[in-house]
C-alpha cells in the first residue's frame, strides 16, 4: 500500500501516512439528505389540521365575542304609563246614576231638609272618597317596560319598585269589560317566573291590547337574542 500524496509505502489499513502525515481513510460518502415522502404526507396533514383547528378557535372566539356584546344589548325603554284618566269614567258614570236616583228618590217621597242634608252629605263622602281613590292610583302607581324588564312603582309617600326581567315572563294576557273596550281601557295580567312577584296585575292602562302586545313582543325577542326555545302555541 502507498501514500497517494508523496507515493512511500506504508502499513496496510494505516490511517495516516508515517512520512507526510496526510490521512489514507477513503472518503466517507457524503449522504444527500433527501425527503421521504411518507413523512412529508403527514407533516402536511399535521399542518392542515393545525389551520383548521385555529380557524375553528378564531371563529369561536369570534362568535363568543358577538354573542357577549349581543347580551350586553343597550337597555331601551319601550312604554312608560300608569292609571289612565280614561279607566276612571266607569266609576264617574256609576257614582252619577247613584247620585241621581238618590236625588230623584228624595223628590219623590218629599224628604225633609233633614234627610236632604244626610243624603247630600253621604253623597259628598262617596264622590270625595271616589275622588281620592283616583288621586293614589294616578300618582303612586307607574309603570316602565323596556326591551329587558317590566318595572312597577308604587306608594305615594314610600315607594317600593318592583322589577321582573321581560325573559322570565311566561303569560300576558288582558282583561275588558263592555265599557272598557269602548274608552279603549283594561287590565293586564302578567305571569313571571318569579319567586317573589310571580303575578303582577296592571289596571287602568290605556290601549291596553297594544301594551300587552308590547310586553309578549319583549319577552320574546329577548328570549330569542338569548337563544332560548319559544312554543309557539
Known amino acids: 500500500m502507498h501514500c497517494s500524496h ?20 477513503p472518503a466517507e460518502d457524503v449522504k ?3 425527503s421521504d415522502p411518507l413523512e412529508d404526507t403527514i407533516a402536511s396533514r399535521a399542518h392542515a389540521d393545525m389551520e383548521t383547528v385555529e380557524t375553528k378557535r378564531d371563529d369561536l372566539l ?9 347580551i350586553r344589548e ?6 312608560e304609563g300608569g292609571h289612565s284618566v280614561a279607566a276612571t269614567w266607569p266609576y264617574v258614570i256609576a257614582l252619577g246614576a247613584m247620585t241621581a236616583l238618590l236625588l230623584v228618590g228624595l223628590i219623590a217621597t218629599s224628604a225633609s231638609a233633614t234627610a236632604w242634608g244626610y243624603a247630600l252629605l253621604l253623597a259628598l263622602v262617596v264622590w270625595v272618597a271616589a275622588l281620592l281613590r283616583f288621586l293614589y292610583w294616578r300618582w303612586s302607581v307607574h309603570y316602565l317596560l323596556t326591551t329587558q324588564r317590566l318595572i312597577h312603582k308604587v306608594g305615594l309617600l ?6 321582573i326581567d321581560v325573559i322570565t315572563i311566561d303569560d300576558v294576557a288582558f282583561e275588558q269589560s263592555l265599557v272598557q273596550r269602548f274608552l279603549g281601557v283594561g287590565k293586564i295580567r302578567v305571569l313571571a317566573e318569579e319567586r317573589d312577584n310571580p303575578q303582577l296585575v296592571m289596571t287602568g292602562i290605556k290601549n291596553v291590547a297594544e301594551v300587552a302586545n308590547l310586553i309578549d313582543n319583549a319577552r320574546r325577542y329577548e328570549r330569542q337574542r338569548r ?4 312554543e309557539t302555541v
Not at 369570534?62 to 349581543?70: K, L, P
Not at 343597550?74 to 312604554?79: A, G, I, P, S, T
Open 158 to 163: 314610600r315607594r317600593v319598585t318592583h322589577r
Open 32 to 34: 444527500i439528505a433527501t
Open 6 to 25: 508523496c507515493g512511500r509505502e506504508v502499513v496496510e489499513d494505516a490511517a495516516f501516512c508515517h512520512r507526510c502525515g496526510v490521512s489514507l481513510s
Open 62 to 70: 369570534g362568535r363568543r365575542s358577538a354573542g357577549r356584546d349581543n
Open 227 to 230: 337563544g332560548l326555545h319559544i
Open 74 to 79: 343597550e337597555e331601551r325603554l319601550l312604554w
